[in-house]
């Protein structure tokens, strides 16, 4: 067992010797000039040593004071230099996350650019994936997940809910004047993307409009295949005003109807639980969700 003595009073002597004083030693461990002092005499006590002569207004290194400082400065240099590589390299490198094609490129790759400025030692790769990743049998570090945020084995963290308004290609709707009537939208072919019909009923009884018929209504196995009937001009979606805001912006999709309702499916930050989680991702989390909560996303 190593015989070391206590890392404070280390600290407090070195800072105290480098400076020939307690008072400034004290500053620069932002503690009080009184808690120097005793941490030096309980390292002579602890030592049988003792290592400052103590004068009216000024203190000097003892014989063994100053031959324990330079080597004491040179370990604890040594301590933080390798302290800092091994943070550095927990916090340098390549991040690989899984993301959906739609979100990824909409939200993401446009804005990539500003997170690379700011975290140029990052280099994120996004991995093109709908199906959710087993961390455990994969080298991807993170994802980025549509649903309600409760998976197990993975820590979520929310970036944003859905907020969905009725949307479709200006070509479907052309000669028409907008915004349309609940009872007219009610009369168009309506995609979704894997909920029921909930979503629209929803929709509709949020409109306050009572359906007479069941609406026509077709399917699709997840939204990025619904958003397809929408921008080909085929029919209407409850599209998520967050993620088509540079669709709606360019002329890609018209907002029928300024009604829009929030949803129980949010999207999320995810990545294998840990007590201490991957710095890489801590810092693209915090950006992204920064990112995430400006009306503008730019691009």
Known sequence: MRRLPNLNQIKAFEAAARHLSFKHAAAELFVSDAAIGHQIKA???????????????????????????????????????????ITEVQEKGVLKLTAAPFYTNRIVLPNLVKFRAL???????????????????????????????????????????????????PSYVKGRKLPLEPADIAELLLGLGGSGDQDWMDWFNAADHQLKAAPNIIEYTNRARMFDLALSGNGVVLGDLKLIESDLE?????????????????????????????????????????????DDLGG
Request: aromatic share 8%; charged share 25%; net charge negative.
């Open 43 to 85: 390292l002579e006590e602890a030592l049988g040593v003792t290592l400052f002569r103590r004068l009216t207004r000024r203190v000097e290194l003892t014989k063994a004071g100053a031959a324990y400082l330079p080597r004491l400065t040179a370990a604890l240099d040594e301590i933080e230099a390798v302290t800092s590589e």
């Open 119 to 169: 975290y140029p030692e990052i280099d994120v790769k996004i991995v093109f994936e709908d199906e959710v990743v087993d961390f455990a049998k994969s080298d991807i570090e993170g994802g980025l997940r549509y649903g309600d945020g409760n998976w197990p084995g993975v820590t979520s963290v929310f970036l944003h809910g859905d907020m969905v308004s009725p949307v479709c290609a």
């Open 250 to 294: 360019k002329g890609h999709l018209v907002q029928l109807h300024p009604l829009a309702i929030p949803r129980d499916r949010s999207m999320y930050l995810v990545y294998p639980d840990s007590e201490k989680p991957n710095p890489r991702i801590a810092k693209f989390g915090g950006w992204l969700s920064d990112l995430l909560s400006k």
